[in-house]
């Protein structure tokens, strides 16, 4: 087969890029490959030539699914290769067809989620298939080494060795960061198989640091900033929440930004990510899960809003800016206590001795789904499913689909799970974020010859052109203004599902706002601040039109009937007290420890009368899970209420995860 000609009349391009040549012929001589190597490279053109050449069915497993709607297309009628998509963005039917379609041998190039193998069934189906080559995308993911270890990865190592009895199976790991320990992690994991590493120069990029004080700096940094840069730009945000409040502070200042994170719909997601490549954002705010989807080459900008949990993690995302080739940038904005923020991260990832114990022994008493696991042991919903998966790595329990329902059941091995890899794996987590720390506290010279350092080139010299080398001066910031609209600034409140629309909350617990403190202090004596009435009423203008009041049972709020006649009256409508608690919460919401618990705690136990039909303003002091508020929209709808059910309170707070309280 001649590749440059098949280059040439299937692709469309004059020649292969430095390494790609090397790579397929390897892969089309039987070997299995691992490609590390900067983005911008053009890893897919690896396998989209491959799989032509192979025949048969290349499955590419990637955690980018959800936005590759378009990538599809593309190969069909670019290059002529059949492909589809199993995600859980993807309704039923899609997915179904996706199956129907590659088992019957139409489709080409089949990408799924890595979740998809987290389930028996479906992993039984994948490997029932002609499959001809394998490809791991992002494959720092399969290394508890990896800045963004995900547990459903894990999978990936077994479905590798169960198709590599085939002869004819090759497999391709593709990773724009991979350290030398996560190198090694993911060679044992997929091993036999060849590395081939590039150097992870990036010449087209100018890196800086800069040092603020505070989100309202941050905020006035990046207003100034979009206002004088050409291009599209993407801004990495910690949190969905700060995606949010990014987005809505810049395009109140008049700039096109969008927030765009995994909480979103799957239709808002397609839309934006459609308008998004199409130019029609200035910027785009993201958080890490999913701006590492984004895939625009012509990114003018990256700027880490807050900063991240790691140089890997760092130059992973900086590395999406300018893979074209033309000038870009890759900024971060440094906030000293940025660190807790991280350090909460790490410390939520790992799972204790006797965090394994708990759930193994929940299992070992009846099978369970994850739901219940979370519900009854009260931890953290990412260690639970860290922990299950472990479990099940190790032996002591197996998944097993009943009514398409997935169960983890025991398997009575004796002994205790190996848990060193747990110790290992967090002080390699401090140590990376104390090295990006130094990397933003501008502590280590060049910039890029710090991250490629980090990533294992040895011999990466200084870059010429980033905020180390050329000492760039830094410049006075003003953040009163956008400081003064973060504490006017009412916070959203997630809408769930037909039952309740989004709302709003005046105040954010983690602001620890003056205002917020007098409210949460005087809360239980009866005493309401005229300026916190009159704002609640200006945010309850903004929500709409509503037909009455409908004040959520409580026993605590002492003013919360004087507020809702304040608020009644002011708006014109009446107050309808139509909540009431058939069967009182076994529990106080905040000494409760997760929100699967919280839930179970308020489900089913709101009654209602019929209100009037017509939009209800749902008032409450606190919401936190907002369990309590989807209980009473629920009761609403189920007496038949005819409209919106929007929720206002006064504060929005957050719960620790894993211990009761407030964060
Ligand atoms: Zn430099």
């Known amino acids: 087969m001649d590749l440059d000609q098949l280059l040439i009349d299937r692709f469309g391009f004059p020649a292969f890029r430095p390494g790609q040549r090397e790579a397929i012929t390897s892969l089309l001589a039987g070997e299995d490959l691992l490609c590390i190597q900067p983005t911008g490279h053009g890893k897919s053109l690896i396998y989209q030539v491959s799989s032509v050449v192979l025949g048969g069915v290349t499955l590419v497993i990637s955690p980018l699914l959800a936005l590759m709607r378009d990538q599809l297309d593309h190969l069909e009628r670019r290059f002529g290769i059949p492909a589809a998509s199993i995600n859980s963005d993807q309704d039923d039917a899609e997915n179904e067809r996706a199956r129907a379609l590659a088992a019957s041998g139409h489709i080409q190039i089949l990408f799924v989620a890595p979740e998809q193998l987290d389930n028996v069934e479906r992993l039984a189906f994948l490997t029932s298939l002609d499959l001809r080559l394998v490809v791991v995308d992002e494959a720092h993911c399969i290394s508890t080494w990896g800045h963004d270890f995900r547990p459903a990865y894990r999978e990936i190592a077994r479905l590798v060795a169960a198709v590599r009895e085939s002869d004819a199976v090759r497999v391709l790991g593709l990773t724009a960061t991979a350290d030398s320990r996560t190198e090694e992690d993911i060679r044992g994991q997929l091993a036999p198989i060849r590395v081939m590493r590039r150097s992870m120069d990036r010449p087209n990029l100018a890196l800086a640091t800069h040092r603020v004080h505070g989100m309202g700096e941050k905020l006035a940094w990046l207003h100034d900033r979009l206002g004088r840069w050409e291009g599209v730009s993407l801004l990495y945000c910690a949190t969905r929440d700060n995606t949010e409040m990014v987005a809505e502070y810049l395009a109140e200042r008049g700039h096109r930004v969008a927030a765009y994170h995994a909480g979103l719909p799957p239709d808002r997601k397609r839309t934006l990510q459609a308008a998004f490549l199409d130019g029609q954002y200035a910027a785009i705010a ?65 799972p204790s001795r006797g965090d394994f114990e708990k759930l193994q022994g929940l299992i070992d008493q009846e099978p369970r789904r994850l739901t219940d696991l979370k519900r009854l042991s009260g931890l953290h919903p990412t260690r639970v499913t860290v922990v299950v998966a472990e479990l099940v790595e190790q032996g002591f329990v197996v998944k097993e689909a009943r009514k398409r329902t997935q169960y983890y059941v025991g398997t009575g091995r004796p002994g205790a799970p190996e848990l060193t890899r747990y110790e290992r794996q967090e002080q390699v987590r401090r140590e990376g974020l104390a090295r990006m720390m130094a990397y933003a506290d501008g502590q280590t010279g060049c910039l890029m010859q710090t991250l490629r350092q980090c990533l294992g080139d040895d011999h990466a010299d200084t870059c010429g052109r980033c905020g180390g080398c050329l000492g760039v001066p830094p410049e006075p910031l003003d953040g009163a203004q956008a400081s003064a609209w973060l504490a006017e600034r009412p916070v959203a409140l997630a809408g769930y599902r037909r039952d309740m629309a989004a709302g709003r909350a005046l105040f954010d617990s983690s602001r620890r706002s003056p205002a917020f403190r007098a409210f949460m202090g005087g809360r239980t004596q009866g005493r309401s601040d005229p300026a916190v009435l009159e704002r609640l009423v200006a945010v309850a203008r903004t929500l709409g039109d509503f037909v009455a009041v409908v004040p959520l049972p409580t026993g605590s709020w002492a003013a919360g009937p004087q507020v809702a006649d304040h608020l009644a009256r002011a708006l014109g409508i009446p107050v309808a007290s139509v909540l009431a608690w058939g069967a009182q919460p076994e529990a106080r919401q905040g000494t409760l420890l997760n929100n699967d618990q919280r839930r179970a705690n308020v489900a089913g136990r709101m009654v209602a009368e019929h209100p009037p039909d017509g939009d209800l303003l749902l ?45």
């Not at 899960?289 to 900008?301: H, N, Q, V």
């Not at 995302?317 to 033309?326: I, K, P, Q, S």
């Not at 007496?639 to 957050?654: C, E, K, N, S």
Request: proline share 5%; aromatic share 6%.
């Open 286 to 350: 993201a958080t890490n899960a999913l701006g590492m989807g984004i895939d625009k080459s012509d990114l003018r900008a990256v700027v880490h809003v807050d900063v991240p949990g790691s140089i890997t993690a760092c130059y992973q995302e900086v590395g999406r800016a300018g893979r074209d080739g033309l000038p870009a940038r890759g900024e971060l904005l440094w906030d000293p206590d940025d660190r807790r923020i991280q350090e909460y991260f790490i410390h939520s990832a790992r």
């Open 619 to 663: 008032l409450d002091d606190y919401a936190g899970s907002s369990a309590t508020l989807r209980e009473a929209a629920r009761a609403l709808k189920a007496v038949g209420h005819q409209g919106a059910r929007i929720p206002l309170t006064v504060a929005r707070v957050r719960w620790r995860l894993g211990r009761p309280g407030i964060v």
